[in-house]
Nanobody, 124 residues
Framework: VQLQASGGGLVQTGGSLRLSCAAS????????VAWFRQAPGKEYEFVAAFRWSGGSTYYSDSVKGRFTISRDNAKNAVYLQMNSLKPEDTAVYSCAAGRPITSATMTPNLYGNWGQGTLVTVSS
């Protein structure tokens, strides 16, 4: 199983980026796929998730209304559209796939498949 996140970069406050997560060896439609981020010196923080069953989406309060997670089954990819970016969004963003129960969707250690992260830097 390989997950690969891409699309990070340097953007000014208020700007937008679109992250992509591509997979091989796993079919996303059968997994919950989530984005987590880790800022320097901090723990992993849940950002958003797309649940495999029912297609429900979840967002952290800090990104709700600004970020949108979506899935393309044909391309076996998950995307994170990030708008109105703020300096506090600066972090390494990683995608992960797993099958946590609904109440544990935001728990990083319940995701068994992780990709290398992509760095997002938001300048003030």
């Amino acid at each position: 199983v390989q997950l690969q996140a891409s699309g990070g970069g340097l953007v000014q406050t208020g700007g937008s980026l679109r992250l992509s997560c591509a997979a091989s060896g796993v079919t996303f439609r059968y997994y919950t796929v989530a984005w987590f981020r880790q800022a320097p010196g901090k723990e992993y923080e849940f950002v958003a998730a797309f649940r495999w069953s029912g297609g429900s989406t979840y967002y952290s309060d800090s990104v709700k209304g600004r970020f949108t997670i979506s899935r393309d089954n044909a391309k076996n990819a998950v995307y994170l559209q990030m708008n109105s970016l703020k300096p506090e969004d600066t972090a390494v963003y990683s995608c992960a796939a797993g099958r946590p129960i609904t109440s544990a969707t935001m728990t990083p250690n319940l995701y068994g498949n992780w990709g290398q992260g992509t760095l997002v830097t938001v300048s003030s």
